[in-house]
């Protein structure tokens, strides 16, 4: 592989292991600037020798905690914050939209968001975030323009719009003091096959019996004026018009309305436009069936308030019309008919703060109409921003009224306003990156249908402070080839390396290997970073806290023995394979503790003074001895147990060494209390069991066993026994005589029960042999004749009866 090749992906930081880290390490930056439009978290250390041998300059840029444990000083990190400034901000105007004075406000006088202007200095990957404040201004003035279709089949809608001026006045006066209205009509394209171009059809488009205007596209019949008269006069005016096919060019016309501004007369004020109309409408590629296919321009063609180039271009699309709509704040109310509202109902939605109503026959509810969708359209606040710059996204937060919050889409809007209602809105800017040619952008924000704007200044954080300290042609950067900026070294063209030491086109394989070799072996850079200009560069690590370093790359800071699967333990730090423990630790894994406390028993002795404390744990010297801390002895009879003859007889005067009592129960100090409940408890003393033994009379006595801090013993006995009361004999007899009474009656009702049941099933089995008897009802089966039959054998053979 080519040297240069191999270098250049080495700065390049293509390496596998550059890749892997957080996304700090993971950019591989090779300058503060590149560093901190990572992300916010990311921040340059400009300590020139942060580095360590073997380090890569990119190993500058990581997140601030790592690079605190790293080494490097807070003061010399680099890590810019970005800002929000309020430029102006007025205050909302309050209820009423009038002067101390008295004197009426104008339009540009009245505040409804705040606040107006904000400058945003903006951090790669850091949200900018600000409050904006809505409230509704009380007498807001209203521009209405009203555009109605005038082909034959609004015949007698118009009759009703001659009248509409003055009794709209009225109705509006109730909502604003200040309002105007104005009046436009539209056709269809003056081109087959939309109309018939005949000389007579041009004339007179209708029936010969009907007197017809001549067909037009759009026409600006009145521009907005507060005179209602007027408006009844000039559209009394107005003659109904006619064309051929049933979809109109009513977008032709709304496009001319919202782009005319200085014709149609439009104020900085709240626009209204009524779109009347009983038929579809055309939109942009309709224009080819007459041979129109240049797309609508969205630019203002009146001339003698007649929109002039109807032929030429095509109608507008849905989306252009949103753009122009929304540009110029325009509010739109569709009044059709009952048979066209699902069309509308449908354009409608895609449409911002646009409402349909439903107009009857003959156009004579559009009065209400028009107040109500009014209504619907003042009550609803949306914002909207303009497009977003490169690399920048916005989000919002809405707090509405009742509590209500709402993000995402939804947070944009608040519904349900008053006049006078007050809403929030908050608002958060996030930059990645930097702009291309890393220029000031600006932002708007505005509430659809108000001509009222927030305007937001963006400026970039595209380089950290210290660059403007660079220094270039440093001697520190290799005499001069490069310049010394935040720390680290940016090589002039052509100078690779570190410190730019090296020229791409000077460097030879074999000077390199021989400077990256430890002790003249084979590996280069012990195969833990590759050899750049004569000088080990390490290699990166997975873990970002896991590092390479050394001349060679021979050491490393995660390859120490490990304690419970922890590298040192927990309790020291790893250089260059070898564990340097924290203090009161020791050990090659900082695994062996040198604090006792651990070791001490509950009679304040280390091991109970039966063994030594070696790395925080107890080895007891006697075997009978066990546990953390050699109190436990299985094999050794209890302290109750123990001292229980002592006890005894010191306190009773009996029990086995009674005789012996003065001798060999001397070693602890005897008190006397009256019950058991008087007994010292756990929380009176640190150190003390509780014993209930028997004596001689199977009488329970009760004492306690304590030492002192200073080793001795004191026991507390409780004067009162507890002694068994003997057999109650009443009760035991009568209960004998009692269950030997139940017993018998219970045994003479079990014989009689038997008894009974063998009588049954006797009398049931003679029953049924008497069942089974078969004879003649005059014969007795038992009966015996009287009469004996003797034969006289000599008397002829007869029978002789006696």
């Known amino acids: 592989m080519d040297v240069r090749l191999l270098l250049i992906s080495v700065l390049l930081g293509l390496s596998r292991a550059q890749l892997d880290g957080n996304e700090c390490t993971k950019a591989s930056a090779q300058s503060c600037g590149e560093c901190i439009q990572v992300g916010e978290k990311c921040g340059w250390c400009t300590d020139e020798n942060f580095l360590k041998q073997g380090e890569q300059k990119s190993t500058r840029c990581d997140e601030i905690e790592a690079l ?353 209602d007050q809403v929030t809105f908050e608002v958060a800017v996030t930059a990645k990156g930097c702009p291309s040619n890393g220029k000031s952008e600006t932002l708007k924000i505005k509430p659809l249908g108000f001509t009222e704007e927030v305007e937001i200044v963006l400026n970039f954080i595209c380089e950290c402070e210290c660059h403007k300290e660079g220094i270039p042609n440093s001697p520190n950067c290799s005499d001069g080839n490069g310049t010394l900026e935040c720390g680290a070294c940016r090589c002039n063209e052509g100078r690779i390396g570190r410190v730019c030491e090296c020229s791409k086109d000077e460097v030879r394989t074999e000077d390199l290997d021989a400077n990256c070799r430890m002790d003249n072996g084979t590996d280069i850079c012990s195969n833990n970073g590759d050899c750049v200009c004569g000088t080990c560069e390490c290699k990166k690590r997975d873990n970002p806290e896991e590092r390479y370093s050394g001349k060679f790359c021979e050491c490393d800071n995660f390859n120490c023995d490990r304690s419970n699967n922890k590298l040192c333990g927990g309790h020291g730090r790893c250089e260059c394979r070898k564990c340097i423990c924290d203090a009161n630790y020791t050990g090659s894994a900082c695994d062996c503790s040198l604090d006792t406390s651990t070791c001490m028993a509950s009679n304040k002795q280390i091991c109970n003074g039966r063994g030594t404390c070696e790395c925080g744990t107890c080895k007891c010297i006697d075997t009978k001895f066990q546990g953390q801390t050699c109190e436990i002895c299985p094999t050794c009879p209890g302290v109750c147990t123990e001292h229980k003859d002592c006890v005894q007889c010191r306190a009773f005067g009996s029990g086995d060494k009674k005789d012996t009592c003065e001798k060999e129960c001397t070693n602890f100090d005897l008190k006397m209390v009256k019950k058991k409940e008087e007994l010292p408890q756990p929380n009176d003393q640190p150190y003390i069991n509780h014993c209930k033994e028997r004596d001689a009379n199977d009488c329970w006595f009760f004492f306690t066993y304590a030492t002192r801090n200073d080793s001795t013993v004191v026991v507390h006995v409780a004067e009162e026994l507890e002694c068994p009361s003997g057999p109650d004999i009443i009760p035991i007899v009568a209960g004998v005589v009692a269950g030997i009474v139940l017993i018998g009656l219970a045994l003479l009702l079990i014989w009689k029960l038997l008894m009974i049941i063998h009588d049954r099933r006797e009398f049931a089995k003679f029953e049924k042999e008497k069942m089974n008897a078969k004879w003649d009802a005059q014969e007795n089966p038992i009966y015996k004749s009287p009469i004996n039959k003797f034969q006289n054998p000599s008397y002829g053979n007869k029978g002789v009866t006696l």
């Open 68 to 420: 605190i444990k790293k080494g490097c000083n807070m003061s010399s990190i680099e890590n810019p914050r970005g800002t929000v400034t309020v430029s102006k901000n007025q205050s909302l105007t309050e209820h009423t939209n009038s002067t101390k004075d008295g004197a009426k406000l104008k339009p540009d006088q009245i505040t409804q968001i705040q606040p107006q202007k904000l400058t945003l200095d903006l951090r790669s990957g850091e949200a900018q975030k600000f409050v904006l404040t809505f409230r509704r201004a009380e007498d807001y003035p209203i521009d209405l323009y009203y555009l109605m279709d005038l082909s034959y089949s609004m015949k007698d809608d118009l009759e009703n719009v001659k009248n509409l001026g003055t009794k709209l006045m009225t109705e509006m006066q109730k909502i604003t003091s200040d309002f105007r209205i104005g009046f436009g009509s539209f056709v269809e394209k003056t081109v087959m096959p939309y109309i018939s171009t005949t000389p007579a059809k041009l004339l007179n488009p209708c029936t010969s019996d009907q007197n017809c205007t001549s067909p037009f596209s759009y026409k600006n019949v009145l521009s907005l004026t507060s005179d209602g008269s007027q408006f009844n006069t000039l559209v009394s005016k107005q003659q109904i018009s006619g064309n051929l096919d049933s979809p109109e060019g009513g977008f032709d016309a709304i496009m001319q309305v919202a782009v005319c501004a200085n014709q149609i007369g439009w104020r900085n004020v709240t626009r209204l436009l009524v779109f009347s109309t009983d038929a579809g409408f055309h939109f942009a590629g309709d224009g080819k069936l007459g041979g129109i296919v240049l797309p609508n321009d969205g630019k203002c063609h009146l001339q003698d308030n007649m929109y002039t180039m109807s032929h030429y271009y095509d109608y507008p699309s849905i989306a252009h019309l949103v753009q122009k709509l929304s540009e110029n704040n325009i509010q739109t109310i569709f009044a059709v008919t009952k048979e066209f509202q699902p069309v509308y109902q449908e354009l409608k939605n895609l449409i911002p703060k646009s409402a349909v109503g439903t107009l009857s026959s003959d156009s004579g509810n559009v009065i209400n109409l028009i107040i109500d969708a009014y209504n619907s359209l003042s009550s609803e606040i949306i914002l909207e921003n303009s497009r977003l710059p490169e690399g920048v996204s916005i989000s919002y937060i809405s707090h509405c009224k009742n509590g209500v919050s709402q993000e995402g889409e939804n947070g944009r809007k608040c519904s349900n306003i008053a006049i006078g």
